[in-house]
């Protein structure tokens, strides 16, 4: 082997990159004054692409392999670069490696809240969180629309724009999705499938693609969640009256509650009465127990009464309302009433405790008046 050999051995570049950071996108093969040897080694290993730029401009992108980059096997060369012989030429030429894989554990969530028309709650809001990955699809595409020359670009640098992507297409998903707010927990999987897919073909223009994105929550403003809280405890509860019933009886065991201090003096009240009977010589609960009082009558049932006209039921009205109805002339004869305990529907006149609210009107007066 001659010394020219030898030499040319010695000074063949080998050119590779392993990526110890996890974060890294782009990394820039450094040299100085950017000098790559004719016939050096280039090393692209899986999950990566390399983008040689000759003079700024993009020539090539190389795949996973091993490649020399000579005349032969490279015939840009030729065209960009007139060579000499030998190892004495150097070319000015730079190689950025592109990382090609997954990168995972990304968050994204809502900023702000996102105003939608629900079919069951009307205009409301809601917030939303989750995960995404992103992949490089096009390293030379990615390198010219996003990367440019930065020598090392990672993936905190472009995080920002995609989660603003995300967020975007999200909404619009959601607001013309019509799926029920209680309903989309159930289609988490397909609504995610969904936005990626939409943000997929935005971001194609980067040369990335968002192969998945996971809807880790979507949750309601905190005022809707405690309105739903109390329409799900009523809906347990039963009817209306059981449910006063129940809020009645529950305020009753809230320690420092009005109504329980109340009950509490009550029954003290009651206690010292007995003491004090037992202490004036009257029969106490060894003895033979004192008559008690007749029990008063029960007050009578104020009936609460629903309308129902041109298909629509209004209500709940009491008597007084629906007498300064009657006097108005919104609450006619023939209207349809209903109230608890009716059976069915009947008309206002029909009923004895409303039809004494409408006026008799007295018989024409005599001749000659």
């Known amino acids: 082997m001659g010394i020219l050999d030898f030499l040319t051995g010695e000074f063949i570049d080998v050119i590779h990159w392993t990526d110890d950071t996890r974060d890294t996108m782009v990394w820039r093969f450094e040299r100085e004054d950017h000098e790559i040897k004719y016939g050096a080694k280039l090393t692209v290993r899986e999950g990566q692409a390399a983008v040689f730029v000759h003079e700024g401009q993009l020539a090539d992108t190389f795949m996973p392999g091993l490649y020399m980059l000579?005349?032969?096997?490279?015939?840009?060369?030729?065209?960009?670069?007139?060579?000499?012989?030998?190892?004495?030429?150097?070319?000015?030429?730079?190689?950025?490696?592109?990382?090609?894989?997954?990168?995972?554990?990304?968050?994204?969530?809502?900023?702000n809240p996102i105003m939608l028309r629900d079919p069951e709650f009307g205009p409301t809001r809601i917030r939303a969180y989750g995960t995404y990955t992103v992949k490089v699809t096009d390293p030379g595409r990615f390198l010219i629309e996003v990367v440019g020359t930065d020598g090392e670009f990672t993936m905190d640098e472009i995080s920002y724009q995609i989660r603003n992507i995300i967020v975007q297409e999200f909404s619009r998903v959601i607001a013309n999705s019509g799926i029920p707010v209680l309903d989309m927990a159930a289609n988490t999987g397909d609504l995610g499938k969904l936005v990626a897919t939409r943000i997929s073909e935005t971001i194609a223009a980067y040369g990335l693609t968002l192969p998945e994105l996971y809807i880790e929550n979507i949750s309601l403003p905190p005022a809707v969640e405690k309105a739903l809280d109390e329409r799900t405890s009523r809906g347990l509860t039963g009817s209306l009256d059981e449910h006063f019933r129940y809020k009645a009886g529950e305020s009753l065991t809230q320690p420092g509650s009005a109504a329980g201090s109340a009950m509490g003096m009550g029954m003290g009240a009651g206690m010292g009465m007995q003491m004090g009977g037992m202490m004036g010589g009257q029969p106490g609960p060894w003895g033979r127990a004192p008559s008690a009082p007749p029990a008063p009558p029960p007050a009578p049932v104020e009936h609460v009464w629903h309308l129902a006209k041109g298909g629509e039921s209004s209500g709940p009205y009491s008597k007084a309302d629906l007498g300064r109805m009657a006097g108005k002339g919104e609450l006619e004869r023939d209207t349809w009433v209903w109230t608890q305990g009716q059976d069915g529907w009947k008309r206002a006149e029909d009923v004895d405790e409303l039809a004494q609210l409408f006026t008799v009107l007295p018989p024409p007066p005599p001749e000659g008046a």
């Not at 096997?73 to 150097?90: A, E, R, V």
């Open 70 to 111: 000579e005349t032969n096997n490279m015939p840009i060369l030729t065209t960009l670069q007139h060579w000499d012989h030998g190892f004495k030429s150097p070319f000015k030429s730079e190689i950025y490696y592109v990382s090609t894989r997954r990168f995972t554990d990304l968050k994204w969530g809502t900023k």
